[in-house]
């Protein structure tokens, strides 16, 4: 019996030992620098709230127009623009009027206070615009929360009216609140108030709809 010739396969030979090593090596550098770019990439930068409107239903008018929203603030940018009131006439009060303005521009009366203090365009709207005109909105007097108001404004004689800026329950029953306000012959103060919490002297709490919880 003869012997056959043998055959062998006819496909292309393999790349050299050398420039398959080289190949991965170099696949391991790109995959290594793509996941360092990734683990050392700054994260992107927070992007400002989108700038929002209140609707505003003129006196009078049946049409609805929209003006901007004040900025947005913190319950504790809140107090803490209160409390510059406290000092910043040479380490007194600021005194009490309600046709004087502050070097602020602010009015020097509760409302001015109040809208100084939740950073309102200066002069600031008065306390009939502060619970009317879009700037806050009602809410229980136990939802009271550090930065909301406390505001009277049912009566055209505005030595009548009065708002207060709520610093917190001075009880476990919810009886008392501290609060900070700019108060006729006395100028701004702390002081601790009842007002709003028997719900029959006209007075109710309300949130401002600049505050940024």
């Keep these: 019996m ?3 010739t043998p055959t062998f396969p006819t496909a292309s030979a ?7 090593r080289w190949g991965a090596a170099a696949l391991t550098v790109l995959v ?15 992007q400002p709230a989108p700038a929002r409107s209140v609707v505003v239903q003129a006196a009078g008018h049946g049409t609805l127009t929209a003006r ?37 521009g602010y009015r020097q009366d509760c409302s001015g206070y109040a809208s100084m203090a939740l950073g309102l365009a200066a002069p600031g709207p008065n ?9 806050t909105r009602r809410i229980a007097m136990n939802e009271l929360a550090p930065g909301d108001l406390v505001i ?3 009566s055209n004689n ?6 207060v ?6 009880d476990e029953a919810r009886t008392v609140y501290k609060s900070y306000e700019q108060a006729g012959g006395v100028g701004t103060r702390w002081k601790q108030h009842s007002y709003g919490v028997s719900g029959r002297d006209g007075y109710h709490a309300y949130r401002p709809v600049n505050i940024v919880d």
């Design 2 to 4: 003869s012997e056959s």
């Design 14 to 20: 393999p790349a050299s030992t050398g420039a398959r």
């Design 32 to 46: 290594c620098l793509g996941s360092a770019a990734l683990t050392t990439a700054p994260a992107p930068a927070a």
């Design 68 to 104: 901007p929203a004040a900025p947005g603030i913190t319950r504790a940018q809140v107090l803490e623009r209160a409390k510059t009131w406290l000092t910043a006439n040479n380490g007194r009060p600021v005194p009490y009027s309600q046709n004087k303005r502050w070097k602020d």
């Design 127 to 135: 306390t009939v615009a502060l619970k009317n005109n879009g700037h």
């Design 152 to 154: 009277k404004a049912n």
């Design 158 to 163: 505005p030595n009548n009216r009065h708002v």
């Design 165 to 170: 800026i709520f610093d917190g329950w001075a």
